[in-house]
């Protein structure tokens, strides 16, 4: 509501110089502070040096720097999965977007989360007081530029750098490439990255989240990066992190959390009641009811076995998974072990599904 309370201050070209110069130095505070060495660590700074950080950053309105690096963190730990705060793909876009932020049960600080932040007592007095640099800076935009310095200079610029953050949880996870296999819905968008001085470059960030860089490429433009480069330069920060070689070029292993992730929807994206139903008459028609039921609970117990004694063509094949896997991920050195992963879950959601189906049965008989 602030923002239209313009329409009766008026309009001066101060307030948008203020605005404009608002924008970036608090957009490069959300990146590089919040995101990029509060969040993931991603270089090192002096305690003065991260505490100016974190006022800047907090002066966006986007709550403390405790509350941000937390709820970040966990969004990389579970990113778009059922436990990730603002997933798109599982709760849809206005909720990720903004909606999430509203919810009661993502009010409080994690600590256990940011342990390595939580020890200064500094960070903990501002996480406790959220809004104070945003009003100390307000204020300030009154005294530089009067009443349109206020709504103009601060509220406006504000709002922008909300949209502009709250687009990389919402619009960078369903809009753009993926070069990498990440185990979520993260995606490269040269569009946001140029309203975030880098951060569009999303699914390269969740390839490798330690980096200080998230431009990977000479071409992908990160003005954060290179900022932090200055930065080194005079001393401020050291020792940025990089991506290794090999994960640039997508050469590197994935760890096992991330195949299993990306196993389950490669099984899941399988249509498993149809398959399991045409298991189902297979094993019926070849061995009958009785011995159906027997070889579905020896499934269940030795997931495998069943499947070398009994041709079911219904089944994809290990080579089947593969062809579909390579057809929908990025490069990857670990191909052969996410179709293997892949089988596997797919099994283990077929037998569910048959030994649903002999439930059903067995109450219809009853019944």
Known sequence: MLCLAAIWTGFTWRSVAVCLVLYVLRIFAITAGYHRYFAHRAYRTSRAGQFVLAWLAQSSAQRGVLWWAAQHRRHHHHSDTADDAHSPVTRGFLYAHLGWIFVARNDATDMTAVPDLAKYPELRWLDRHPFLPASVLAAATYLIAGLPGLTIGFCWSTVAVWHATFCINSLAHVWGGQRYVTGDHSRNNWLLAILTMGEGWHNNHHAYP??????????EFDPTYY????????????????????????????????IDKVASQIAASFPINQIAYQVHEALRKS??????KARIAAIRIHPGVPWSEVDLPE???????HRYASGR?????????????????????????LSEFEFKQAVQSIS
């Open 227 to 258: 900022a932090l480069q200055m930065l080194a330069w005079l001393g401020l920060i050291w020792n940025l992190h990089h991506p290794p070689q090999a994960v640039i070029n997508g050469e590197q292993r994935l760890g096992k959390i991330v």
């Open 287 to 292: 061995y009958g009811r009785t011995e159906t």
């Open 315 to 321: 089944v994809p094949s290990l080579e089947e998974i």
């Open 210 to 219: 330690a980096s200080a860089r998230q431009g990977f490429r000479w071409w």
């Open 329 to 353: 991920l990025a490069k990857t050195r670990s191909l052969e072990e996410i179709t293997l992963r892949a089988r596997e879950h797919l099994l283990e959601l077929i037998c569910a599904r």
